[in-house]
T-cell receptor, first 113, second 114 residues
């Protein structure tokens, strides 16, 4: 079946540190991959996405590359800010019409100044 | 600029009571989804709809019913609430399905069942 595995948190960093949140997936076919972010007290928002192998999604200084050979979609940011503190969800959807997103369990990031 | 609106935002129920969560979107989206979010479990899909008048089961449908009588509304019902249904519920929508684009989420509805 389809599933997403994320590194467990919480991840605690100082401002300007480098961030990596690991995400691997299991899927049949060629899924689309996403990172969503949830700020405290809010719903989820799309952060970035990639729809085919070797695509790189990027937004707000975050990046993730779709690696088919390692079935991974790791999230990175070169210099985190306090405002990046949130829960980050890796997700996939099989490339079939009518299917829903399958989420990982989420990774909590806490950035201190 | 409403987007996806969920009501109520908070509710406390006693075991056995019933209630309905309402999700409304003003973006003319075809697809709508109900997820629940529990600590350490991430988001799990309860039910979804691919258009007005349609519904389908997700990963954890037991104990819930849904209806999509109007395109803009997607209702989630609990007929006989149980403590295991204590959770934060999120509604989401998008235009062409999760494989094609961004899901837009509501702010969540926190339900406590005593």
């Amino acid at each position: 079946g389809n599933s997403v595995t994320q590194m467990e948190g919480p991840v605690t960093l100082s401002e300007e540190a480098f961030l990596t949140i690991n995400c691997t997936y299991t899927a049949t076919g060629y899924p689309s991959l996403f990172w969503y972010v949830q700020y405290p007290g809010e719903g989820l928002q799309l952060l970035l996405k990639a729809t085919k192998a070797d695509d790189k999604g990027s937004n707000k200084g975050f990046e993730a590359t779709y690696r088919k050979e390692t079935t991974s979609f790791h999230l990175e940011k070169g210099s985190v800010q306090v405002s990046d503190s949130a829960v980050y969800f890796c997700a996939l959807t099989p490339n079939q019409a009518g299917t829903a997103l399958i989420f990982g369990k989420g990774t909590t990031l806490s950035v201190s100044s | 600029n409403a987007g996806v609106t969920q009501t109520p935002k908070f509710r406390v129920l006693k075991t056995g009571q019933s209630m309905t969560l309402l999700c409304a979107q003003d973006m003319n989206h075809e697809y709508m989804y109900w997820y629940r979010q529990d600590p350490g479990m991430g988001l799990r899909l309860i039910h979804y709809s691919v258009g007005e008048g349609t519904t389908a089961k997700g990963e954890v449908p037991d104990g819930y019913n849904v209806s999509r009588l109007k395109k803009q509304n997607f209702l989630l019902g609990l007929e006989s609430a149980a403590p295991s249904q204590t959770s934060v519920y999120f509604c989401a929508s998008n235009l062409q399905g999760a494989n094609t684009g961004e899901l837009f989420f509501g702010e969540g509805s926190r339900l406590t069942v005593l």
